[in-house]
Each structure stands twice: as structure tokens, then as C-alpha cells.
């Protein structure tokens, strides 16, 4: 009789084939999208209308086909599309580019068509079936394609094709560097502490996870309360230090502020059983303790972004519990609470993705940062994946880096169970907005969140949709409430400088604990603004703090444990 294999082998090797698959899917588990598209087909043929309307449209887009083909054929300019920006130049109107542009479009249309809308399909399912149908549509664009683009061969034919010869000198820079795991062509313009970060400050303390870097306000006297900022530790934190004219930080410490900013260590193999209450022992909880020791008897000011604004409100509401009252407020930039409705980022995640992403860390320890980008890429792909290809490879032009587009290149690592715990207990069972989110083994409750809050969230976030960000509302009792909603996606809505008249946005203040307006309701009464949201924030900062009549702190405090340890920006921000 054949012995039976220990339960722990047994998953020792599901483990290793879940990893093995990772490698050839690229992360995505398939056993999702299979059952999404089994879902599609098995609701579809029940659905007798929705089939009727489907043969209908068939047939008329290969009648309009065939109408079309024969007036192009009469050999006049004939424009594929009235509205559609990607065929729109005039080398569009000749055949046969507007037959194969016209084609497409009503075969585009049908496929969209044919994936919305079928009866009785589960939500989850429709969205990945919409999400794939995407992807495939996108890829079989002729805009994409030398041969089916007239533009690019007009292109070509007027560089003698020396724009192929540039692109594959382009391909083959971007395949070394991924091979290599070298920064992108163009970063290298950008350098940290060099001309990004470059805001002068000290490190002040230094532990497994994170530094803490203090900034001097650059005004003779200074506002008491300090800000502390707790950025995403998927990102380095200098997105809030970029070039000077659009760093926050030095618009803060040109306005009176005492800046404290988190630098998260990125992890190796070797840190992955950090969990997400190391990040809020080792990080928040001891960058406050420093905090108070540096400025003491004041409160300070909290700025949370993205995952970091996530772990903030966790501990402003540890915090509350305990009965510490050294917040003085809370400050949320894109950070989500309530994730009932996270945003098309739910695609990614299911238990089933879960399992195939903690087979891949178990392996390596960490998540990187390349495969969380390759999922952000995928849901823009036309932007950041099609038209970035062509205008690199085919028309062998490649595109200026900025500063925001090099940190973006700059990626962090994510430790195993963090991520896990993080995807699990506030994605998939949302335990935050649930009140059953635990801290150190006690549960933490958003509702004992009395402290003035300034909630911002973004129009085009992908990330953490700001219909998403504005639940935190419900979740807590805060007096004095503020959300604002500005235009941009999750990086370039932040991060738009003190004066930029491309920006607007709007906010709007309460001051009572029970009223929660809808979405709709907060729209209709808050007025758009035109410019930079930094100013009408820095002016909430000011008018939640004394007089700005207090001398500069000391830098560091020795005495207490925490002398200066390096110039700003630090060790952890240079870890690749």
C-alpha cells in the first residue's frame, strides 16, 4: 500500500507549483479568469435576448464592413471614424488603413458589447471578462503595428528607417537593463540627494525599518506643532522632495513648519517575516516617540499617503483607544479605510491571487517592485504600455524622464507576510472598516477618531478611488472634517507644486461627528477651485496650530537617544 505524503509536503509542492506557474502567467492566477470567462459563457447561453442582440450587431457590423470596403474602394479619402482619436490623421482616409481601421472599430464594438451587460453573471467576473477583453483589444489595435499603421510607415519612409534602427537600439538598452536589474535609460539624470531630495534636513533616528529625517522650517519662527509624514513603503518617500519647485516638504519648511519625515527600509529575503504590526511598531509608534522627544509638549500634525495614510489611521486610532492625546490632527493623501469598493485594483486580488502571490514571495521573501508595477501598467495599457512601445521601438523616440517619472522607476520591495497580511485582512475581509482590524493583538476602532481630519483624494486614482477615500468619513467621529477632491491621478494629484493653474479642486468642511454625506451629496456642495490645493491645505495646517511665534527646535536630541545621525536623504532611500 502506497504512503500517503505528509500534509506539509503536500503543500510544500502546491506551494512550488503555484510558483513555477507565476513565472509563466506573470503573477495573475488563471484559475480566475477561467472561471470569469466559464461564467460569461455559461450566463450568456442562457440569455436568448442578449444572444439576439449580439447576432444583430454582427450582422451589421459586416454589413457596414462590406458598405464601407466598397466606398473606400472608389479611392477617395474616407475617414474610418468621426470621433475616435487614434485614427484621426488624414493617413487614416486612404485605403486600405481605413478599411482595417474600420473594421477594428466594429469589431472593437462588438467585443465590448458582447462582455457588458450579460444577465446574471457575477460582478467579480464581468469585471475580469471587461478587464481581458481589454487587454486583447488593445493589443490587436493596428495603431500598434508598423505594417498596419500609415502614420509609422509615413514615418518611416521619411527617416529612411532609421527610427527602426534607433527603436532596436532602444529595445535592446530596456531588455538589458530588465535582464540586469539596472535603473531605466534617462534616470540616471536624476540623482537622489543630488537634484531630487534635496531639501536640507538631518537623520535623527535609525532602526530596522525605517529613519526618521527632520526638517528645520526656513522662517525665523515656526508654528509649535510639527508635521510628521508617513509616505506608502511601496514608494520612497522623496515623492513628497522631488525637484524644489514641487516638493512638499520644502513648501512646508518655507511656510513655518517642523517637518518629520518616514524613510522605509527596503526589504531583503531576510526581513520577510515583518508583518504589518512591525510597521506600526517599528514605524509610526517609534518615529512619534522620537518626535516628542526632539519637540516636546507639542502636538503634532499627521500626513498619511496612500498605504502609509492607511497605517496612520490604524494608529491615530490605537492611539485614541489608549487615551494618547499627542495628535494634534490627521491628514490623509489618498489612503483608503473602508475597502468594500476598492477600484479596479480589485482585479488582482482574490484568494486565489493570494495564494499564487504568497507562493512567489515564500520563494523570494519579498514581493518586487516590477511585478506591482507590471499590474498598474496593465490597467492603463494603452497609456503606459502601447504608446510608450511604439514611440520607443517603432518610432525609436524615447522619452524624457522627469522627476516624477524617475522615482517612479525607483521601486521598493514588499516583505512576505505584510503584504499577505495587508491584502488579506483589509482587501479580501475588510477588516479596518469592520472593527475587527487588530493591532498587537488588540482591535483598533476608527470610530474613536475625534481629531481634526483632512481627507484628499484624487479624480483618476486607480490605486485608491476617491469615491473610496471618502468612506473613512462614515468610519470615524471626527468634529471638524475636511475632504477634498483634486484633479490628477494618485502620484501627479499630490504632487502638483504650490502654484499650478492646470490643477483644480475642491473642498469642503464640517464641524459635527454624525453627519456623513454621499459622494453625490459632498459634489453638490463644495465649489471647484481653480490651482494648487497646497495653499488651502497649508492654511488648514496653520489655523489647526499656535501662532507661528515659536523658535525653530533643536535638531536631534542626544540626550534623549537621538542624536544626528547623517545628512538628509539618508542611508534606506539609496537601497536598491
Known amino acids: 500500500m502506497a504512503e500517503s505524503i505528509p500534509n506539509n509536503t503536500q503543500e510544500q509542492l502546491a506551494r512550488e507549483m503555484r510558483a513555477q506557474l507565476a513565472a509563466v502567467t506573470g503573477g495573475l492566477a488563471p484559475d480566475d479568469y477561467a472561471q470569469a470567462w466559464w461564467d460569461w459563457y455559461l450566463n450568456l447561453a442562457q440569455s436568448p435576448g442578449k444572444q439576439t442582440e449580439l447576432a444583430q450587431s454582427a450582422f451589421q457590423a459586416i454589413a457596414d464592413n462590406f458598405s464601407f470596403l466598397l466606398k473606400a474602394a472608389e479611392g477617395k479619402p474616407t475617414a474610418p471614424a468621426n470621433d475616435d482619436k487614434r485614427f484621426a490623421a488624414e493617413a487614416w482616409t486612404r485605403w486600405p488603413f481605413n478599411v482595417m481601421a474600420r473594421s477594428y472599430l466594429n469589431w472593437e464594438q462588438l467585443v465590448t458589447q458582447a462582455t457588458a451587460e450579460v444577465p446574471g453573471i457575477p460582478q467579480r467576473s464581468a469585471d475580469l471578462v471587461k478587464f481581458t477583453s481589454r487587454q486583447l483589444l488593445e493589443a490587436a489595435s493596428p495603431v500598434n503595428y508598423l505594417l498596419g499603421n500609415p502614420e509609422l510607415l509615413e514615418f518611416t519612409r521619411a527617416q529612411s528607417g532609421q527610427n527602426l534602427v534607433a527603436g532596436f537600439k532602444n529595445w535592446l538598452e530596456d531588455a538589458d537593463a530588465m535582464l540586469n536589474h539596472k535603473a531605466p535609460t534617462g534616470s540616471g539624470e536624476f540623482k537622489v540627494g543630488e537634484n531630487l531630495a534635496v531639501t536640507p534636513g538631518k537623520v535623527v533616528y535609525r532602526n530596522d525599518l525605517i529613519e526618521l529625517i527632520q526638517y528645520g522650517a526656513n522662517t525665523p519662527q515656526v508654528h509649535a506643532e510639527p508635521i510628521l509624514i508617513v509616505p506608502a513603503w511601496i514608494m520612497k518617500f522623496y515623492i513628497l522632495d522631488l525637484s524644489p519647485s514641487n516638493s512638499l516638504v520644502r513648501y512646508l519648511v518655507d511656510k513655518g513648519h517642523t517637518v518629520f519625515m518616514i524613510s522605509w527600509k527596503n526589504p531583503q529575503a531576510t526581513d520577510r517575516n515583518l508583518g504589518m504590526d512591525d510597521y506600526h511598531n517599528l514605524g509610526i509608534r517609534d518615529a512619534l516617540g522620537a518626535v516628542g522627544a526632539i519637540v516636546p509638549h507639542a502636538k503634532v500634525h499627521a500626513v498619511g499617503y496612500c498605504i502609509g495614510g492607511t497605517l496612520l489611521s490604524i494608529a491615530a486610532a490605537e492611539l485614541a483607544r489608549r487615551g494618547d492625546e499627542r495628535l494634534a490632527s490627521v491628514t490623509l493623501f489618498a489612503a483608503q479605510t473602508d475597502f468594500s469598493e476598492p477600484g479596479e485594483l480589485s482585479l488582482f ?228
Open 349 to 576: 486580488i482574490s484568494p486565489s491571487q493570494l495564494s499564487m502571490l504568497e507562493a512567489v514571495m515564500h520563494k523570494a521573501g519579498v514581493l518586487s517592485s516590477d511585478k506591482m508595477g507590471a499590474s498598474f501598467t496593465l490597467l492603463r495599457s494603452r497609456d503606459l504600455l502601447w504608446n510608450p512601445a511604439v514611440n520607443t521601438y517603432l518610432k525609436g523616440k524615447r522619452e524624457k524622464l522627469n522627476d516624477l517619472m524617475a522615482w517612479n522607476s525607483d521601486g521598493t520591495r514588499m516583505p512576505s507576510r505584510m503584504h499577505s497580511e495587508y491584502l488579506k485582512q483589509l482587501y479580501l475581509q475588510n477588516d479596518l472598516a469592520g472593527g475587527r482590524f487588530k493591532v498587537n493583538g488588540e482591535i483598533v476602532n476608527l470610530n474613536a477618531l475625534t481629531l481634526p481630519m483632512f481627507v484628499l483624494g484624487t479624480e483618476a486614482d486607480h490605486v485608491a478611488p476617491w469615491t473610496s477615500t471618502f468612506k473613512v468619513r462614515a468610519l470615524t467621529r471626527s468634529v471638524d472634517y475636511t475632504f477634498a477632491l483634486v484633479s490628477g491621478g494618485h502620484n501627479g494629484g499630490i504632487v502638483c507644486g504650490p502654484e499650478n493653474p492646470k490643477r483644480r479642486f475642491r473642498a469642503l468642511t464640517w464641524k459635527d461627528a454624525e453627519r456623513v454625506l454621499t459622494p453625490e451629496q459632498w459634489q453638490d456642495q463644495a465649489e471647484l477651485q481653480q490651482g494648487s490645493w497646497w495653499p488651502t491645505w497649508q492654511a488648514w495646517l496653520t489655523a489647526h496650530s499656535g501662532a507661528m511665534d515659536t523658535p525653530s527646535p533643536q535638531v536631534g536630541n542626544a540626550a534623549a537617544g537621538y542624536a544626528v545621525l547623517e545628512d538628509a536623504p539618508g542611508s534606506y532611500v539609496l537601497q536598491r
